[in-house]
């Protein structure tokens, strides 16, 4: 089952473009799953938030149990968030890619932020040194897995187009099988940094309006995720009827609700 979804999603990368949407649990995973997407992809953040906790507080072995559970409960590839590997010495990130691909996942993705506000970005060599030791890992756990490597300037306030097209052609040539930089939301850009990868894939965040699956698909964009973005809008449901009963005492917002009983029936 994992060496044809590991297959499967390999395929999806060779053409056209595929939505690669985010869930946050195993509820959530399995209803997606119903709507026909052809894959899944985990959020550090979701999960982060479904455990009471900002998105950089999760550790290594938490995620690795959410791996398992996502992976477990679906029979589409799961595309791991794998945040920066949860190390930053290549040798740990390699230790921690070869744990990564022991859960059942089809592929996952590192990234190149330190968590450093003086600092934000690994340093260029170290970066794409975890891309490749990523790679490594990889290889000699003979899964074959996807591996996106990321480039994070446009979430940590190092928004240079430039450096992260620099960056991304560096995570190609060290492996990277999937090119992404989210939260670049201008069409131009997006061209760009498919030009630039090309003919590796690239995948998209789209994490607000900003364009539609056909129009990235005109762009060249092989992939889209939509991060923590589902989630959020889960809780900008649940917090937006709490606060009223919290503030006015009234339940308007219990109408028209889903049968969500209905989604997991046999």
């Given at each position: 089952m994992v060496e044809d979804r590991v297959a499967e999603f390999h395929r999806l990368h060779?053409?056209?473009?595929?939505?690669?949407?985010?869930?946050?649990?195993?509820?959530?995973?399995?209803?997606?799953?119903?709507?026909?997407?052809?894959?899944?992809?985990?959020?550090?953040?979701g999960l982060a938030w479904s455990l009471g906790l900002p998105d950089a507080q999760v550790t290594r072995d938490q995620t690795l149990e959410h791996l398992r559970l996502i992976a477990g409960a679906v029979s589409v590839p799961v595309n791991a968030d794998f945040t920066n590997g949860y190390a930053v010495d290549p040798v740990d990130v390699a230790a921690n890619v070869t744990l990564a691909?022991?859960?059942?996942?089809?592929?996952?993705?590192?990234?190149?932020?330190?968590?450093?506000?003086?600092?934000?970005?690994?340093?260029?060599?170290?970066?794409?040194?975890?891309?490749?030791?990523?790679?490594?890992?990889?290889?000699?756990?003979?899964?074959?897995?996807?591996?996106?490597?990321?480039?994070?300037?446009?979430?940590?306030?190092?928004?240079?187009?430039?450096?992260t097209i620099r960056r991304?052609?560096?995570?190609?040539?060290?492996?990277?099988?999937?090119?992404?930089?989210?939260?670049?939301?201008?069409?131009?850009?997006?061209?760009?940094?498919?030009?630039?990868?090309?003919?590796?894939?690239?995948?998209?965040?789209?994490?607000?309006?900003?364009?539609?699956?056909?129009?990235?698909?005109?762009?060249?964009?092989?992939?889209i995720s939509v991060g923590g973005t589902l989630a959020r809008t889960a809780w900008d449901g649940a917090l937006s009827a709490a606060r009223e009963i919290a503030e006015r005492g009234t339940f308007s917002r219990f109408q028209r609700l889903p049968d969500v009983e209905a989604l997991f029936a046999d």
């Open positions: 060779r053409a056209g473009c595929f939505v690669m949407p985010n869930p946050w649990d195993v509820g959530s995973a399995r209803v997606l799953e119903g709507m026909g997407f052809p894959a899944l992809a985990t959020t550090s953040a691909a022991q859960t059942g996942i089809a592929g996952l993705s590192i990234e190149d932020s330190s968590g450093d506000e003086a600092e934000p970005l690994f340093a260029f060599d170290l970066a794409v040194e975890r891309v490749a030791a990523a790679r490594r890992a990889i290889d000699e756990s003979g899964t074959g897995i996807v591996l996106t490597g990321r480039s994070e300037g446009f979430v940590c306030g190092r928004p240079d187009i430039d450096e991304l052609r560096a995570y190609a040539d060290a492996g990277a099988d999937c090119l992404y930089a989210p939260r670049i939301d201008n069409l131009e850009h997006v061209s760009a940094i498919v030009a630039a990868v090309a003919p590796k894939p690239v995948n998209l965040l789209i994490n607000s309006p900003f364009t539609t699956v056909a129009e990235a698909a005109q762009l060249g964009v092989r992939r």
